[in-house]
C-alpha cells in the first residue's frame, strides 16, 4: 500500500524557536497532502491543504504566517512552525492523497509530537 | 463537507464481531466512505473505502445502505489489537480539494 513518511517523529525545543516537519510520499505521487493537528484525546483537525507548485489553502482561523507549508514537489511538503511558543505543542499529521483521480483515499503519516518549552 | 456521527465508545470481547456505525445524513452523490484505524501516537490507517452496497477485505467489511445515508464498519473476530479509534471520513479526492472532515471518531476497547 501506499507509504507516507514523516520526519521528525518528535520534537522538543524551546520557545521561540522554528520547527520544519517533513511529510514524503515514498512510492506514488501526491498531487495533494493535507496538515492535521491533534490534541489529547481529540479527533484531527485539518490545518491546511497543499497542492504541489501552489500556495497552500489554509482552515479557518489557522494563521498561515505561523505554519508556513511549502509542496515543492509531488513527493514532499514541509510545514514549518514559525516562532513556537507552548500553545503550539501538539501532534501533528500529514496525509498525501492524489487529487487528480477519483476514489483515492488519504494516506497518513505516522505524526511528529512536537512540545515546546 | 459531510459531517459524520459515530458512538463516542465501544467495549467488545475478544473474538467477538464488533460492527461501527456512522450517519452521514449530506452525503454528496460523488462522495466515498473511508474507514481508518487509529492508535495512540500514531497516524490514522486505511481500513476499507467503499461507495456503495458491500465491500470486503481481508480485515474487516463495509455496509452501505442504499440511501448511502450511514454506514457500518464490521471487524470479525476481534483481538486485544483492535483496541484503537476508528474514523469514518465521507468525501472524495476530485471534489472539495479532496478534502474531508474528521468526526471524532469511535473509541473501540477490546477486552480479554
Known amino acids: 500500500g501506499a507509504v507516507v513518511s514523516q520526519h521528525p517523529s518528535w520534537v522538543i525545543c524551546k520557545s521561540g524557536t522554528s520547527v520544519k516537519i517533513e511529510c514524503r510520499s515514498l512510492?506514488?505521487?501526491?498531487?495533494?497532502m493535507f496538515w492535521y493537528r491533534q490534541f489529547p484525546k481529540q479527533s484531527l483537525m485539518l490545518m491546511a491543504t497543499s497542492n504541489e507548485g501552489s500556495k497552500a489553502t489554509y482552515e479557518q482561523g489557522v494563521e498561515k504566517d505561523k505554519f508556513l507549508i511549502n509542496h515543492a514537489s509531488l513527493t514532499l511538503s514541509t510545514l514549518t512552525v514559525t516562532s513556537a511558543h507552548p500553545e503550539d505543542s501538539s501532534f501533528y499529521i500529514c496525509?498525501?492523497?492524489?487529487?487528480?483521480?477519483?476514489?483515492?483515499?488519504?494516506?497518513f503519516g505516522d505524526g511528529t509530537r512536537l512540545s515546546i518549552l | 463537507l459531510a459531517k459524520t456521527t459515530q458512538p463516542i465508545s465501544m467495549d467488545s470481547y475478544e473474538g467477538q464481531e464488533v460492527n461501527i456505525t456512522c450517519s452521514h445524513n449530506?452525503?454528496?452523490?460523488?462522495?466515498?466512505i473511508t474507514w481508518y484505524q487509529q492508535f495512540p501516537s500514531q497516524g490514522p490507517r486505511f481500513i476499507i473505502q467503499g461507495y456503495k452496497t458491500k465491500v470486503t477485505n481481508e480485515v474487516a467489511s463495509l455496509f452501505i445502505p442504499a440511501d448511502r445515508k450511514s454506514s457500518t464498519l464490521s471487524l470479525p473476530r476481534v483481538s486485544l489489537s483492535d483496541t484503537a479509534v476508528y474514523y469514518c471520513l465521507v468525501g472524495d479526492s476530485k471534489t472539495n480539494a479532496g478534502k474531508s472532515t474528521f468526526g471524532d471518531g469511535t473509541t473501540l476497547t477490546v477486552k480479554p
Open positions: 449530506n452525503i454528496a452523490t460523488n462522495d466515498y
Open positions: 512510492d506514488f505521487q501526491a498531487t495533494t
Open positions: 496525509s498525501a492523497s492524489r487529487q487528480e483521480i477519483s476514489n483515492q483515499p488519504q494516506h
